[in-house]
């Protein structure tokens, strides 16, 4: 089982980045879902956006909800996460992680998920 995330980097402010998520060893229908988590220093980690696979269906906390854009691509195994008009404060290491089960909505809790990558890091400057 693994999770591989890329796409990081030093964007000044305003930029954009897309981060993916490319997963693989898991067996069929073993994971429902993917999420993606950020963790700064000093921070909790906090879900920014998680994405079923079956039916595409989305969570992304308000916080984020107009900057961030997750989406997927199941043919590729990969999940990917549009960040625009990025700011300082998005500065952060950015982890992948897949879970299962089906809930109403993707659920943004990281208990509820059972496999992390190692994560990508994201350097906005002023």
């Known amino acids: 089982v693994q999770l591989v995330e890329s796409g990081g980097g030093l964007v000044q402010a305003g930029g954009s980045l897309r981060l993916s998520c490319a997963f693989s060893?898991?067996?069929?229908?073993?994971?429902?879902?993917i999420a993606w988590f950020r963790q700064a220093p000093g921070k909790e980690r906090e879900a920014v956006s998680a994405i079923y696979f079956g039916d595409g269906s989305t969570n992304t906390p308000r916080s984020v909800e107009n900057r961030f854009t997750i989406s997927k691509d199941n043919a590729k195994n990969t999940v990917y996460l549009q960040m625009n008009n990025l700011k300082p404060e998005d500065t952060a290491k950015y982890l992948c992680?897949?879970?299962?089960?089906?809930?109403?909505?993707?659920?943004?809790?990281?208990?509820?998920?059972?496999?992390w990558g190692q994560g990508t890091q994201v350097t906005v400057s002023s």
């Open positions: 060893g898991f067996r069929i229908k073993e994971i429902s879902l």
């Open positions: 992680a897949a879970g299962r089960g089906i809930w109403e909505m993707p659920p943004l809790e990281d208990w509820e998920y059972d496999w």
